[in-house]
Nanobody, 117 residues
């Protein structure tokens, strides 16, 4: 069973940066794709980015516009989301997920990101 644990969220001022981490443990498929999503209160879940452990399947959601970067550290079984130039509208719970693109079947518990104006 695969477990995903996100960390790195918090409170940051507009224009600031945060790096989120997603630690993967358990028996997972090394060819699976890792992804980041977010969900703000009262809004639908947004896709942010995806990548696999070989750096393939790299794709970003349309709203990212170069501000976020997804990466992996295979030695640490960790996926990162570097977020720069944060805006108040980036406030949300950020989730890590794994599986097949379009059908992610394992999710973390989420980490809260709050951007103050």
């Amino acid at each position: 069973q695969v477990q995903l644990v996100e960390s790195g969220g918090g409170l940051v001022q507009a224009g600031g940066s945060l790096r989120l981490s997603c630690k993967v443990s358990g028996r997972y498929n090394s060819s699976s794709v890792m992804a980041w999503f977010r969900q703000a209160p009262g809004k639908e879940r947004d896709f942010i980015a995806r990548i696999n452990w070989n750096g393939g399947w790299l794709y970003y959601g349309s709203f990212v516009k170069g501000r976020f970067t997804i990466s992996t550290d295979n030695a640490r079984n960790t996926v990162y989301l570097q977020m720069n130039s944060l805006k108040p509208e980036d406030t949300a719970i950020y989730y890590c997920a794994t599986g097949v693109p379009g059908s992610y079947d394992t999710w973390g518990q989420g980490t809260q990101v709050t951007v103050s104006s």
